[in-house]
């Protein structure tokens, strides 16, 4: 089975630019989730998707939005790049269990991403 | 508010020395998960071993072992006989029960370990 993909790899924009990386779950994963990994603040929940729903959100501003496809794939948009939004973006996927007891998060391998 | 630390940011051995990565948790959840994983260089973050807070039975699996102390909130890794490509950084991390719960993360422990 194909683990969890993430694209483009690396990425490199200006201030006040917006980016939309892309994230593609494992087959038969309807949850998407996305974090943010910078060196001060460690690794931070963004949102979580589940059948084209958002379910959960961290506390991030406005700026960072995403989405889900019918077919489990994810886009996560920052608008307005700001020099603090340097960090690898790992996606995550999972079955998405509605209750009860939590299926394990697969990583991908993330996207770097670096405001200059 | 969930919360996990990992006090050692930085352990270096020498191979074939077994090392333990420490992680110590904070919930007020009576039912919650606990994981590890490992970071290599590479970034992705590779998923090594999931338990509940219900199953406080320690865990082998090769190298790798788990020590689960619902007591003192902790839930430590040990790494025997190490290994070059153990090299990595290593997260804790704590959830709740509900499918859309978020991970909460430690800060990581980074492991060198030396030929």
């Known amino acids: 089975k194909a683990g969890v993909t993430q694209t483009p790899r690396y990425l490199i924009k200006t201030r006040g630019q917006q980016v939309t990386l892309s994230c593609s779950p494992i087959?038969?994963?309807?949850?998407v989730s996305w974090y943010q990994q910078t060196p001060g603040q460690g690794l931070q929940f963004l949102f979580e998707?589940?059948?084209?729903?958002?379910?959960n959100k961290g506390n991030f501003p406005g700026r960072f939005s995403g989405r889900q496809f019918s077919n489990s794939r994810s886009e996560m948009n920052v608008s307005t790049l700001e020099l603090g939004d340097s960090a690898l973006y790992l996606c995550?996927?999972?079955?998405?269990?509605?209750?009860?007891?939590?299926?394990?998060?697969?990583f991908g391998p993330g996207t770097r991403l670096t405001v200059l | 508010a969930q919360k996990v630390t990992q006090a050692q940011t930085e352990i270096s051995v020498v191979e074939k020395e077994d090392v333990t990565l420490d992680c110590v948790y904070e919930?007020?959840?009576?039912?919650?998960?606990l994981f590890w994983y490992k970071q290599p260089p590479s970034g992705e973050l590779v998923f090594l071993i999931r338990?509940?807070?219900?199953?406080?039975q320690n865990e082998i699996s090769g190298r790798y072992s788990w020590n689960f102390q619902k007591s003192t909130s902790s839930f430590n890794f040990t790494i025997t006989a190490s290994q070059v490509v153990d090299s990595a950084v290593y997260f804790c991390?704590?959830?709740?029960?509900?499918?859309?719960?978020?991970?909460?993360f430690g800060k990581g422990t980074r492991l060198s370990v030396i030929a």
């Open positions: 995550a996927s999972s079955s998405g269990l509605a209750g009860g007891r939590p299926d394990t998060q697969y």
């Open positions: 087959s038969g994963h309807r949850s």
């Open positions: 998707y589940f059948s084209e729903t958002q379910r």
């Open positions: 919930t007020r959840d009576t039912t919650y998960y």
């Open positions: 338990r509940n807070s219900f199953d406080e």
């Open positions: 991390a704590l959830s709740g029960t509900s499918g859309n719960t978020p991970l909460v």
